[in-house]
């Protein structure tokens, strides 16, 4: 991450890439034009050992370009793309693979953006969706797909694990195999996974076997809360086609932005390890504390034995994300956000400084109350996002707080 995809050389020796603010880039030669544009567009292999070509930078420009390079090898994935946003990305990558008619099967919780971009866009579109709760095994959902006569038009399952905000957790490598199950019939499905919680550190999907992992770049990767920006990874069939669709949409993230987040992945090991490490010391304190009903954390055995296992399979670490339940409901909750001193009451996640907010009323607002109570995403819930301060000082923050 310090040094992949940038040669010194290349910008009048300087350590760290400058920033490329321009729209354009100039051919030496007319036939370098054709054939830059023919790679970009997928018609003709770009070899290894030649970088892609400068065209435009609404198709790519040096800052994205090292960023994407990056990316792809943090996740071990063919290649990446940077969006203006998390939901920018996901929301490309919808519309890439879906139509009217094509059937989308989606885990539930997922965040609020997420879950308001699936059931009041896409619907609009025809596109016809299956929430799934992580209880829910695939032979389920191929069961409720055949008798509703839709099983064939299945083309994109995406699931969000762990969950936003209660932290449950999907076996990707059981999409996975029913992913390819279909797929040895001649039907086009792909596995996206946001791994937004925990990757590229800690979960590794590509591993497990999805086609396409999204992030919302904005939380963990930039960990500064002063950008807003999106990843997407993937193999290289997908990113051609994703890639097209972000041309042609337009909403690639910018030179300045793209260097801001390739500054942001160098400690991006360094950052979440000390977040991670902080959340286990807060976890521990929550589950002793008389105030407390629940903690929703990875790997907890309150989570389930089914949940322990797949945690145990999949991950490589449980977060830095925690989700509590308090004592005496709404009310309650908020008493405890707003006396918080050193822990920020704001949304968002995976920041340098540690970030508290109520999930039912803010991030999920637009979930339906009756889905959120079959979730046990309760009014009573806190979410809390763990930075990188003493984590003696967090506990005491907590303790005042709480009472």
């Known amino acids: ?94 519309l890439s693979f879906l139509r009217p008619g094509d059937v989308l099967v989606f885990s539930n919780p997922t965040y609020g953006g997420t879950h308001h971009f699936i059931q009041h866009v896409l619907t609009d579109f025809g596109i016809k969706v299956y929430p799934f709760h992580s209880t829910v095994h695939p032979d389920d959902i191929k069961k409720t797909l055949k008798e509703d006569g839709v099983l064939d038009r299945l083309r994109l399952i995406y699931l969000e694990t762990p969950a936003n905000p209660t932290n449950e957790l999907i076996d990707i490598t059981s999409w ?71 041309t ?9 932005t793209s260097w801001l987040l390739t500054r942001s992945i160098e400690t991006l090991k360094l950052r979440m390890d000390r977040q991670g490490s902080n959340a286990q010391k807060v976890v521990e304190w929550l589950l002793n504390h008389p105030k407390v009903t629940r903690v929703y954390y990875p790997g907890l055995a309150t989570q389930g034995e089914e949940q322990v296992r797949i945690f145990r399979e999949q991950c490589l670490h449980p977060g830095a994300m925690i989700s509590f339940d308090v004592e005496g409901g709404e009310s309650e909750a908020f008493r405890i ?21 109520h999930p039912y009323s803010m991030t999920h607002a637009d979930v339906p109350d009756d889905v959120k109570e079959a979730l046990n995403l309760t009014e009573s819930m806190i979410r809390l996002s763990v930075g990188i301060e003493s984590s003696e000082d967090l506990i005491a923050d907590l303790a005042q707080a709480i009472g």
């Open 176 to 246: 996975a195999n029913f992913r390819d199950e279909l797929r040895a019939q001649q039907q086009d499905v792909r596995l996206v996974v946001d791994n937004t919680y925990l990757g590229p550190i800690w979960q590794k999907p590509v591993e497990l076997g999805a086609d396409v992992i999204c992030y919302s770049a904005t939380k963990f990767l930039n960990g500064h809360s002063d950008l807003i920006a999106g990843v997407v990874c993937g193999d290289k069939d997908s990113m051609i086609a994703i890639k097209t669709m972000r």
């Open 1 to 94: 991450m310090m040094t992949h995809g940038y040669n010194p050389e290349w910008s009048e020796g300087a350590i760290k890439a400058p920033i490329f603010q321009t729209s354009t880039f100039v051919f030496k030669t007319a036939e370098e034009g054709k054939r830059f544009f023919a790679m970009a567009y997928g018609k003709l292999e770009k070899p290894l050992d030649e970088p892609m070509g400068l065209i435009y930078s609404r198709i790519n420009n040096p800052n994205m370009q090292i960023l994407e390079e990056r990316m792809a090898l943090y996740e071990g994935s063919d290649d990446a793309a940077i969006f203006e946003s998390g939901m920018s990305g996901i929301s490309t990558v919808m």
């Open 248 to 256: 042609f949409i337009g909403n690639m993230a910018g030179p300045h």
């Open 337 to 357: 956000l707003n006396s918080l001193k050193l822990i920020k009451l704001a949304v968002s996640l995976g920041s340098n400084e540690s970030l508290a907010q």
